[in-house]
């Protein structure tokens, strides 16, 4: 655990210098190398050093390699794409015990876990088959290997980007006209979380709820260890109430919102961690293997969300250091539930207390979140800073509308429609030959002269 926490934060901050493919690369080579020599091992210090070393490396494979799939997707389909990952991990949770009992040993099952590891290690030669992030480029001024990267995309995908009908000017000569020739590349870390407020408040709230999820997962397993003392029955029940949990995710995140299904995984989840606190002396084994199960189930899905809604709110610059953040919360969550089986169980009533709390605490920090669904990533800075927390429910529009407090608005004299009608109307009239009257020029009674002739005797007649 100690080696996962160290691993992603500074890996993390890697990701966001070097690539999500290079720090990729990276992580599998140095822990493919740790994973042969803790076969070789023989000491038990050399084998915990090896393993706390393999465990941060293997923090950066799952880092970038998460952050590089959301990137390359459109908003409809990044939840699914981050739920294959999931049930991935259910399928290989299942595998494990099969394979352990394969091999006989530990030596030999570490080499067996370190072999898919040294495979991945022709990604070197396939670019096509992990590239780099272009939103990662982008994001980062890196205009020539943006370029190169879309050729690369559109070629792949059978688009040619120089076609008459979709020329390479209406993307790549927006790029240049955006970003000009002379753009230096420009790196961030988790440091710049000092000078916002509402990426910093976002990374510590998901931080939060993910250490609730991770957890509090000890005191439903503990209970599940009572109603049945056998190892497997609690590990595959674990396992299998993960793969429901990326199911429930899948049938209800893209409707119902991100920030809905995690206050109500937060909800659920504390509640049942509450009633088995306060009820478990007064109910029956098959209430409290109920709850539990329902627990288990929904921190399960509290910590997948979190991670996920994590990637997607955080901004692209930052996104690796920020996740990376989250996820050591998670792992802290995680080490603390192994220090209670290696002090046999004592102090599980506070543990209990403290992570039910918790878990009620987290619901007013949920709801200061915003909504990522069907939005794009944010690539800046200040594209994080822009996000804003939306209503919680659709307010109507007549609802803050009092009938006895309304007054009415007073009726204009001008209204636009009946005055466009009216000149509409006369204009008609006026452009008929058939009119009822004939509208003539007045003739005046005197001509000229003799206007100027009475003018002139009237002049006189004042002057005399």
């Known amino acids: 655990m100690t080696g996962w926490i160290l691993g992603y934060i500074l890996l993390g901050t890697i990701c966001d210098w070097m690539g999500r493919r290079r720090c990729f690369?990276?992580?599998?080579?140095?822990?493919?190398?740790?994973?042969?020599?803790?076969?070789?091992?023989?000491?038990?210090?050399?084998f915990l050093l090896l393993r706390l070393c393999q465990g941060a490396m293997l923090a950066g494979v799952f880092l970038s390699s998460y952050i590089a799939r959301l990137e390359l997707c459109d908003p409809p389909h990044r939840l699914m794409v981050a739920m294959v990952s999931g049930f991935f991990a259910v399928v290989a949770e299942l595998l494990l015990p099969g394979i352990a009992a394969l091999c006989r040993d530990w030596p030999?099952?570490?080499?067996?876990?370190?072999?898919?590891?040294?495979?991945?290690?022709?990604?070197?030669?396939?670019?096509?088959?992990?590239?780099?992030?272009?939103?990662?480029?982008?994001?980062?001024?890196?205009?020539?290997?943006?370029?190169?990267?879309?050729?690369?995309?559109?070629?792949?995908?059978?688009?040619?980007?120089?076609?008459?009908?979709?020329?390479?000017?209406?993307l790549l000569?927006?790029?240049?006209?955006?970003?000009?020739?002379?753009?230096?590349?420009?790196?961030?870390?988790?440091?710049?979380?000092?000078?916002?407020?509402?990426?910093?408040?976002?990374c510590l709230i998901l931080s939060f709820t993910l250490f609730i999820g991770t957890g509090i997962q000890y005191c439903f397993t503990r209970n599940l260890h009572s109603y049945s003392t056998n190892f497997y029955f609690s590990y595959f029940l674990r396992v299998i109430t993960g793969a429901l949990a990326c199911i429930f995710l899948c049938l209800s995140v893209n409707h119902f919102g991100r920030r809905g299904m995690l206050l109500l995984s937060a909800?659920?989840?504390?509640?049942?961690?509450?009633?088995?606190?306060?009820?478990?002396?007064?109910?029956?084994?098959?209430?409290?293997?109920?709850?539990?199960v329902v627990g288990l189930l929904f921190s399960q899905a509290l910590a997948m969300l979190s991670v996920f809604f994590a990637c997607e709110v955080m901004p692209t610059v930052v996104r690796g250091g920020c996740l990376g953040?989250?996820?050591?919360?998670?792992?802290?969550?995680?080490?603390?539930?192994?220090?209670?089986?290696?002090?046999?169980?004592?102090g599980y009533f506070l543990h209990q207390v403290i992570f039910a709390s918790f878990a009620v605490l987290s619901v007013l920090c949920i709801m200061l979140l915003p909504e990522s669904k069907r939005k794009p990533l944010p690539d800046s800075l200040k594209d994080g800073e822009n996000q804003r927390r939306p209503p919680l429910f659709l307010s109507r529009p007549?609802?803050?509308?009092?009938?006895?407090?309304?007054?009415?608005?007073?009726?204009?004299?001008?209204?636009?429609?009946?005055?466009?009608?009216?000149?509409?109307?006369?204009?008609?009239?006026?452009?008929?030959?058939n009119l009822p009257y004939r509208i003539a020029v007045p003739t005046p009674l005197l001509s000229d002269g003799e206007t100027q002739e009475q003018e002139n005797e009237t002049q006189r007649e004042v002057a005399s």
């Not at 006895?404 to 004299?413: D, K, V």
């Open 173 to 202: 000569s927006e790029i240049d006209s955006a970003y000009g020739d002379d753009s230096e590349p420009s790196y961030f870390s988790v440091l710049e979380l000092r000078r916002t407020r509402v990426i910093w408040k976002n």
């Open 325 to 346: 953040l989250v996820m050591a919360a998670g792992c802290v969550g995680m080490a603390a539930s192994s220090l209670m089986e290696l002090q046999n169980n004592s």
């Open 267 to 292: 909800i659920i989840t504390g509640l049942s961690s509450l009633l088995l606190l306060a009820l478990t002396q007064y109910l029956r084994g098959g209430l409290v293997l109920v709850l539990s």
């Open 108 to 170: 030999v099952l570490q080499a067996v876990a370190t072999l898919p590891l040294i495979l991945l290690l022709s990604y070197w030669c396939c670019a096509s088959v992990f590239p780099e992030s272009p939103r990662w480029l982008l994001a980062t001024t890196q205009i020539p290997q943006v370029k190169r990267s879309l050729q690369e995309f559109s070629t792949r995908n059978g688009v040619c980007l120089r076609d008459e009908i979709y020329p390479a000017e209406i």
């Open 398 to 433: 007549d609802r803050d509308n009092l009938p006895l407090l309304c007054t009415r608005q007073p009726l204009s004299e001008y209204n636009p429609e009946n005055y466009s009608r009216l000149v509409s109307a006369t204009r008609r009239m006026l452009t008929k030959d």
């Open 25 to 46: 690369l990276l992580s599998i080579s140095v822990s493919s190398l740790f994973g042969i020599a803790v076969c070789l091992s023989n000491s038990v210090v050399v």
